[in-house]
């Protein structure tokens, strides 16, 4: 793979970039070869994303100056820089000799005209093709990214495919002009680790075929070792380390990488433990890692004690489509018949991807969404047979976290308002002076200072503002508290610092917690019992060690190879994953088949294929 | 990053240029009968039509009946802000109260209150204030209402699709999740989230307000003519705007300062409110 002796391709050589009079980028080297794949990774802030717009030149859009630098690259006219050259030339090389593939594909297409004018619109402007031809060649396009039935998603719009279905047009659209250099941008962090497994797959090979070099922008250290040859580290603007994948994973020379590297959650890094523990995180103290905080067994769940939440047979759905007459033709049947129980001091995790219904599972249970069907009991008592004032009462028990920690908090309110409002909502403390001791306590309990009270969100780091929220679920002294997907917006080393912080709460309060999750390393870390959902069900149900290290169903299983492994020699063939995950939208009528499960082993229930 | 202190907010050029015209007219108006006692009845027929800087008695000149046109501007200035405030007060508290009760329950609520809203847009203002003013009778309170009448939908309609939005942001969900009630998220998360685009279309309508009143006074709708207001003068000018444009031009400069200064005080407060500190367009 490695093409050290050839010419490189694309050659960034002190390159610095200044919005304003901020430097964001500074100093930054590294060169390219056709055929390899570097990666460029870093967390939120490192300056990654600038880069790959700066190669594009455009950065120059959102204001951004050149003080220094050259990025040479290899164009078929002859070697230019990049940063010499006027918007006019660099519009012929953007899209056909270098490309890019964006986050989200949800937006990166235009929802008004068919896949197949966005895909032939790109050949027919820098190939000059006519119409006709430029739609052979699309179709063509899109069965190279495999995208089944090709020549009719020609006619399709892009709201009738799914993510990853977009993504691979996005992929098709990056490939028409066939270009030397392809730079992706987080091109499989908005999509289900399935699905990101594919489109990963998809890449690799064409590349092989194609002879592409690709700049592969991650946050993501185990797709950095699926997908790189060689790796640059940025760390506030700086190439802190650079090399080849095997080297900075094996031997990291940087105290950044060490720490970044530590804090990746490994999937199989605790088999064998019965547990959850709670591990000493590495953190960089004046330029040096160190480790801090304790190492714990984290044996908080009560099996002795009454389930403090029970579900049974829950059934959430939704009509959406009506017929002329206002009849309900189509549903989404979110969760079918799921049950299980919390109790005391437990982490019950729930685990699925996008539409397998585990969000709208922990909605009803804090009631924000209404049951068709079932029933959920805390503490003894059914939902159904509460008074009002009694389900207002459990809103004061049963706290909910969000995974967007910059929507959930109101702009326009200070920090201390927001965790004060549990505590004012449900009268739990009268005067002002004590409310306000509570939250500068809650605040220096999770890792802020009273000062921060005063202040509003748009202040804070995402890591902060995660904080903030879980002070606020704290402020009302919950016995269970439900994270939805807390941890996905967060970057690796601050999910590492929630994680041990979720950890310490639970061992000092005797917490229980429903952890909503796609990430099955983050799961496998943190909690005593797994149910794994798929389309609403439950397809399989245990303690974690039972699920991780023998898992039953075969949807288990597919889910766990799926996950990228941060180590560039467990590098899999992932041929065996194929397919979308089916929509859970169903005809009325058509009711989604109801899967018995099994006691395979005491405590662990799987569904049996019909 | 944003920390302002409480006085650089309020040296702010948009703060004191607007403060500065609301307030000076203002004053104007409010003492105009200390400053002139009587004087904007008084009719001189001897000085009709003095062009304007020509005499000290006389510094904005004399219309028609010799009447002084600067006495006639601060006192008509009481007609048209009275009308202007107060009727953009009456909107703004019906549409926004209208728009949050139907944006937040949805359902019947917002099928009626937006059904009745597009009603009454399909009806031309002229149509309505005809129909109005025949049952009710004309008069400086009827017309408010009339004005609040025709205006609420606006704040409505701009209050509803704010609120659509927001009700499914997540910080309102964890409010909801918190147990607050109804009336609290209404008052206290999506009123100040949404207020922004309200106070613009405020300073814009009080400007709108004073010019519809004129026309209605015009035609005869609206207040009694003999009492002075600027979009009375305005009307009563424009005969004579080929000869005399002082008699129109003063009392058009004073609504034109008055929406200016408004509007910049609405830009001010709206930014004030924002605790991100962005200046938005």
């Known amino acids: ?610 | 990053m944003a920390s302002r202190s409480a006085s650089s907010n309020f040296l702010k050029l948009e703060f004191v240029l607007g403060a500065l015209l609301v307030g000076v007219i203002g004053i104007a108006v409010i003492f105009s009968g200390v400053i002139f006692p009587g004087g904007a009845e008084k009719i001189d027929l001897m000085s009709r039509l003095v062009p304007p800087f020509t005499k000290p008695a006389h510094i904005f000149g004399t219309d028609p009946l010799g009447r002084d046109v600067l006495a006639r501007v601060m006192a008509g200035g009481k007609i048209s802000l009275l009308v202007g405030f107060v009727s953009v007060a009456g909107g703004v508290t019906v549409g926004v109260v209208m728009g949050l009760i139907a944006g937040y329950y949805r359902g019947i609520w917002d099928m009626l209150v937006m059904r009745f809203a597009d009603i009454q847009l399909a009806m031309p203002f002229i149509l309505l204030a005809i129909t109005f003013i025949a049952i009710v009778g004309g008069g400086l309170a009827n017309t408010i209402i009339l004005l609040v009448v025709s205006q609420w939908v606006q704040y409505a309609r701009l209050v509803r699709g704010s609120v659509l939005t927001l009700r499914e942001r997540e910080f309102i969900l964890s409010a909801r999740a918190i147990g607050v009630k109804d009336w609290r998220i209404i008052v206290q998360h999506l009123l100040p989230n949404l207020i922004g685009p309200v106070i613009v279309l405020m300073t814009l309508n009080v400007a709108t307000n004073i010019l519809l009143e004129s026309s209605l006074t015009f035609l005869g709708l609206g207040i009694d003519p003999t009492i002075p207001s600027w979009g009375g003068m305005l009307a009563e000018g424009r005969t004579y705007l080929q000869t005399a444009w002082w008699v129109s031009v003063f009392p058009g400069l004073a609504i034109l300062l008055t929406v200016l200064g408004l509007n910049l005080l609405g830009d001010w407060l709206r930014d004030s409110l924002d605790p991100t500190g962005r200046t938005s367009a």
Not at chain 1, 43 to 69: C, H, I, Q, Y
Not at chain 1, 464 to 475: D, H, K, S, V
Request: hydrophobic share 40%.
């Open chain 1, 1 to 610: 793979m490695m093409q050290t002796a050839s010419k490189p391709l694309l050659k960034v050589e002190g390159l610095s970039v200044e919005f304003g009079a901020s430097r964001v980028i500074d100093d930054l080297s590294f060169s390219v070869s056709s055929g390899q794949t570097v990666a460029i990774v870093g967390e939120s802030g490192s300056g990654k994303s600038v880069t790959s717009l700066s190669v594009m030149r455009l950065a120059d859009m959102l204001g951004a100056n050149f003080p220094a630098g050259r990025i040479l690259f290899g164009t078929s006219k002859g070697e230019a820089d990049l940063l010499r050259l006027d918007q006019k030339t660099m519009r012929g090389i953007r899209g056909k000799e270098i490309s890019m593939i964006f986050q989200e594909p949800m937006t990166s297409l235009n929802p008004v005209f068919t896949i197949g004018d966005q895909v032939a619109e790109i050949l027919k402007l820098h190939e000059g093709k006519s119409n006709t031809a430029a739609l052979a060649e699309a179709k063509r396009l899109l069965d190279m990214v495999r995208l089944p039935d090709a020549a009719e998603l020609l006619t399709r719009y892009p709201h009738q495919l799914s993510g990853g279905m977009r993504q691979r047009v996005m992929i098709a659209m990056a490939l028409a002009c066939k270009p030397k250099l392809l730079i992706a941008d987080e091109p499989t962090t908005a999509l289900d680790v399935t699905i990101q497994a594919q489109i990963l797959n998809i890449l690799r090979d064409l590349q092989k075929d194609l002879g592409t070099a690709i700049i592969f922008i991650t946050h993501d250290m185990g797709v950095v070792a699926e997908m790189a040859d060689d790796v640059v580290v940025m760390w506030k603007g700086k190439a802190v380390e650079k090399g080849a994948a095997l080297d900075i994973f094996d031997k990291p020379a940087h105290p950044y990488t060490r720490t970044l590297l530590s804090a990746v959650p490994k999937l199989g890094s605790m088999t064998g433990q019965d547990f959850p523990k709670r591990l000493p995180l590495m953190v960089l103290e004046d330029g040096e890692p160190r480790l801090a905080g304790v190492e714990r067994v984290q044996d908080t769940a009560r099996y002795s004690a009454d389930p403090l939440l029970s579900v049974r047979d829950l059934v959430v759905r939704f009509d959406i489509k009506k017929s002329f007459l206002g009849k309900v033709t189509h549903r989404v049947h979110a969760v079918e018949k799921v049950s299980f129980d919390i109790h005391p001091g437990e982490t019950l995790a729930l685990v699925g991807e996008s539409g397998s219904g585990k969000s709208t599972i922990g909605r009803t249970i804090q009631q924000l969404q209404k049951a068709t069907a079932g029933n959920v009991s805390f503490a003894g008592k059914s939902l159904s047979d509460m008074t009002s004032a009694e389900r207002h009462r459990l809103r004061q028990d049963v706290q909910y976290i969000f995974q967007d920690p910059f929507a959930s908090l109101d702009p326009r309110k200070t920090v201390g308002f927001s965790i004060a409002e549990p505590i004012r909502t449900h009268g739990l403390i009268h005067s002002d002076k004590e409310i306000a001791t509570t939250v500068d306590a809650l605040l220096e309990r999770v890792g802020l200072t009273s000062a921060h009270a005063r202040r509003y969100p748009h202040e804070f780091s995402g890591g902060q503002r995660q904080r903030i929220c879980i002070a606020r679920a704290l402020a009302s002294n919950p016995k269970l508290i439900i994270a939805d997907e807390a941890l996905s917006a967060l970057d690796v080393s601050i999910q590492a610092q929630i994680i041990n912080l979720f950890m310490d709460l639970q061992q000092e309060r005797g917490l229980a917690y429903l952890f909503i999750s796609h990430d099955m390393a983050v799961v496998e870390k943190m909690s005593h019992r797994v149910a794994v959902l798929y389309l609403g069900q439950i397809m399989e149900f245990g303690y974690r060690r039972q699920v991780f290290e023998t898992p039953s169903h075969d949807y288990t299983r597919r889910l766990l190879s799926a996950v990228p492994i941060a180590d560039p020699r467990q590098r899999k063939q992932l041929a065996a994953i194929e397919g979308d995950i089916p929509s859970p939208v169903r005809a009325v009528g058509n009711e989604p088949v109801r899967y018995a499960r099994e006691e395979i082993a005491p405590g662990h229930f799987v569904a049996r294929s019909a």
